[in-house]
């Protein structure tokens, strides 16, 4: 089974910095794009960031300036920078990872898995 570790959240003052880790473990075959996602009280979950395997990234334009996401694959891990921050940016942040896990049988078949949330309360 794949599994993915998140840690970092936690209270922060506005104007303030948390750096969020994503680890993946398990049986992998390859490991494609790498993202965080956000979810506020009665809001729809959203995309924050997202990173392909070759390091392109792409951010929505409420963090753009202000987050940065990175990932090191020789230890898959997925890291998000988030500087400057507000209010609004309070949420759930859940890791994710689109993998390939091994297979005995040489077919391999991509899929989503999710980390279980990790929450970032940002004071005013």
């Known amino acids: 089974q794949v599994q993915l570790v998140e840690s970092g959240g936690g209270l922060v003052q506005a104007g303030g910095s948390l750096r969020l880790s994503c680890a993946a473990s398990?049986?992998?075959?390859?490991?494609?794009?790498m993202g965080w996602y956000r979810q506020a009280p009665g809001k729809q979950r959203e995309l924050v960031a997202v990173?392909?395997?070759?390091?392109?990234?792409n951010a929505a334009d409420s963090v753009k300036g202000r987050f940065t996401i990175s990932r090191d694959n020789a230890q898959n891990t997925v890291y998000l920078q988030m500087n400057s921050l507000k209010p609004e940016d309070t949420a759930v942040y859940y890791c994710?990872?689109?993998?390939?896990?091994?297979?005995?049988?040489?077919?391999?078949?991509?899929?989503?898995?999710w980390g279980q949330g990790t929450q970032v309360t940002v004071s005013s």
């Open positions: 994710n990872a689109n993998v390939a896990p091994s297979s005995y049988t040489g077919i391999y078949y991509n899929r989503d898995y």
């Open positions: 398990g049986s992998i075959f390859r490991i494609n794009a």
């Open positions: 990173i392909s395997s070759s390091g392109i990234t």
